[in-house]
């Protein structure tokens, strides 16, 4: 079964035409409310999280932050704004959407209608916003910090349930559980890797060999997936690479506050 | 096996699996880095459009022209590494631009520049003069107001 982006199995070749940020926003340019809201809705989903975190480390309480996340995802990103300003040689669409943001947020008028548009809530769902929290890793962090946390966990998120659904529909499913047991698992529960005997016993697998081979295959994809996805958010000039590197470096200053790591 | 969402995680755990993302490429992408390396000492070599990169008072004619020309191979080279290689000396020539002859050759954005000229610092197939030359190309765009 084909994954997304045309890979035709685990690691396989078979790539069509990559579809990033970008191109969405211009796919959507002309398109009327409902084919653009289908067009956007990636982004709507990988990015209203960090929006509301990025809002509340603004300084808005959870209620405004999430009318105020509303609101911009309605007027803003499906509501055409963006699309209109939409320059892919601007480069990463990470700082395009923050300086659209913080246009939007600065225009008290249009937060009064965003106030008034959330009890409605009629122009675009979002999953989960109602229950959502920011996280504790990010209470002292810096907007922009909170923003990366947020984004980077929706990549790994959407990178790993990826990853996931490629393995068990190509008949890997092994290679996925190998690969939880020794690099998501020790990251998770911040505990050892489950040794590669018991995960051999476990699934059938007759030599340590084959299973180390399994989890490098594993961790490849999943590379290749992470850089990929990154990769449709940036200008062709630019290397995934670096923005995974920015990433994490912004997210050893969100930990840097006091407090800003949860207690175990 | 199913897996739980990363909100919630700290952001030291976020941290470790993205660098899990990032580990070094393997034996194929080196050889990759090795085809853009002679890619671009083939394309320095060139008198016209390579060498007043690496000069010490180019004039800033050639590093426009020369800016001109890598940014077209940069957008249709042949393959992969012509077209890294080009993007590579594009953006030295802007660079040599500002070090050189105090001169902005570009429309891109300060931010732009400087992100570029760190991301092929960076770079393993990138020479030291360039390196060198990115270095300092990154430092003045930072301080000089002009060139923002």
């Known amino acids: 079964m084909p994954g997304r982006g045309g890979e035709t199995s685990m690691g396989g070749a078979g790539r069509g035409f990559e579809q990033t940020h970008w191109s969405l926003i211009v796919r959507a340019q002309g398109a009327d409310g409902a084919r653009k809201q289908g067009a956007l809705a990636a982004l709507v989903g990988e990015y209203w999280k960090p929006v509301y975190c990025y809002l509340r480390r603004k300084g808005y309480d959870n209620e405004a932050a999430k009318d105020l996340t509303q609101g911009f995802v309605a007027d803003v990103l499906v509501g055409g704004e963006l699309v209109r300003a939409a320059d892919p040689g601007k480069g990463r669409f990470r700082a395009f959407l923050l300086t659209a943001l913080d246009r939007y947020v600065a225009s008290a008028r249009r937060a009064e209608r965003a106030k008034k548009r959330a009890p409605a809530g009629a122009l675009v769902s979002l999953e989960g916003l109602d229950g959502f929290e920011l996280a504790d890793s990010v209470h002292d962090a810096s907007p922009d910090a909170a923003f990366d946390y947020a984004w980077a966990s929706a990549l790994l998120d959407d990178v790993l349930a990826e990853l996931r659904a490629e393995c068990l529909a190509s008949g890997k499913a092994a290679h996925w559980e190998v690969f939880h047991g020794r690099v998501l698992l020790p990251v998770f529960e911040e505990a050892a890797p489950v040794p590669l005997p018991a995960l051999c016993r476990r699934l059938g697998i007759e030599a340590e060999a084959k299973a180390s081979n399994m989890l490098v295959t594993a961790k490849r994809r999943f590379q290749a997936l992470l850089r990929r996805r990154v990769g449709q958010s940036i200008g062709p000039d630019e290397d995934p690479d670096d923005v995974i590197g920015d990433l994490i470096r912004s997210l050893s200053l969100a930990r840097a506050g006091p407090g800003a790591e949860p207690r175990i | ?148």
């Not at chain 2, 570009?106 to 610092?121: D, N």
């Open chain 2, 1 to 148: 096996m199913a897996h739980r969402s990363t909100y919630g995680l700290t952001s030291r755990q976020l941290g470790r699996l993205l660098a899990i993302g990032r580990e070094p490429r393997d034996e194929g992408e080196k050889a990759e880095a090795a085809g853009i390396a002679a890619a671009l000492r083939e394309m320095l070599a060139d008198a016209e459009l390579g060498a007043p990169l690496c000069a010490p008072s180019p004039p800033l004619a050639a590093l426009e022209r020369a800016k001109n020309h890598w940014k077209e191979l940069a957008e249709g080279g042949e393959d992969a590494a012509q077209r890294a290689a080009a993007t590579a000396l594009y953006y030295a020539a802007i660079a040599q631009a500002l070090v050189g002859c105090g001169e902005r050759i570009t429309h891109l954005p300060a931010e732009r520049q400087a992100r570029g000229f760190a991301r092929l610092e960076a770079k393993p197939w990138v020479p030291a003069e360039l390196r060198d030359l990115f270095r300092r190309a990154r430092a003045a765009v930072a301080v000089a107001p002009r060139f923002r």
